[in-house]
């Protein structure tokens, strides 16, 4: 009688399927997960309190930072660069910093979430699959609140909401699905290579002007054509919150030319959203193949 034995995966590496025994580990990992729900509200907590210690307007930073930022681009793209006439520019561009903002902060917060824990992992057992998807909630808190600031303006300019807004919650859910895979593949990163946040910092830069935050997608490298593309198709498909942050402008404030805001393309947001998924399953497999390394890593 011999006994079957499995070849060992990679570290990290994606198996080419799952057995019974597999799905079972994975069911008893998302139980366990629930079971901690106390613990990643504490972990919440813990970072927002730990973002604004010590600071004189504290968590009012979360309302003055995409004001700031929105006056900032406002100036340059009115005054001191003519934006060729783009109307309420101040809400075409909030409508797309406030999301970016919570992108780019959850990149950055939940990349260093092991290595910043590390003491935590060495001396108590929970699911580690917490820190980063904490890191993600605290951003999320501050851009629920920035977002009370974007709804005022929107009335400000006359814009309000519209019908159209209700595709929101699914560009949203989209947002969070791709921004949790990313994290849990650059945390785990971080914990084996700690060069990865020195290297996101340049990447999320080259990131924001590749995507239409501060101009609009349709006037996206017009005049360019490459292998019978335009760029702007083709930034759709390799770059996933470029089509996020013009749904949201689009729904929001609408598009170049038109009179307000306007419906979301379905089947666009079911591509962005499939690639969502797609990059957290990604990331969660991962990730769960690798925590049990981090103890000597850190």
Known sequence: ?????????????????????????QWDKLREIFAYRNLLKNLVIRDLKARYKNSVLGIVWSLLNPLLMMTVYTVLFTIL????GIEKYPIFILVALIPWQFHAATMMSSTGSIVTNAPIIKKVYFPRILLPTASLLSNFVNFLLASVILLILLYAFGIGLTIHALWVPLIL???IIFALGLAYILSTLQAFYRDTLMILEVGLLAW?????????FERFGTQAVIW??????IMRWVNPMASIIDGYRTVLWGNVGSSGPGPMDPLALLRTFATAVLIFIVGY????????LFGEKL
């Open 173 to 175: 859910l989209t947002q």
């Open 208 to 216: 924001f002007f590749l995507t239409p935050v501060f101009y609009p």
């Open 81 to 84: 660069i003519p934006n060729d």
């Open 228 to 233: 019978g593309l335009t760029p702007a198709r």
């Open 1 to 25: 009688m011999s006994l079957e034995m499995k070849p060992p995966q990679p570290v990290g590496s994606i198996p080419d399927r799952f057995d019974s025994d597999d799905i079972q580990t």
């Open 285 to 292: 497999i991962v990730f769960s193949r690798s925590e049990h």
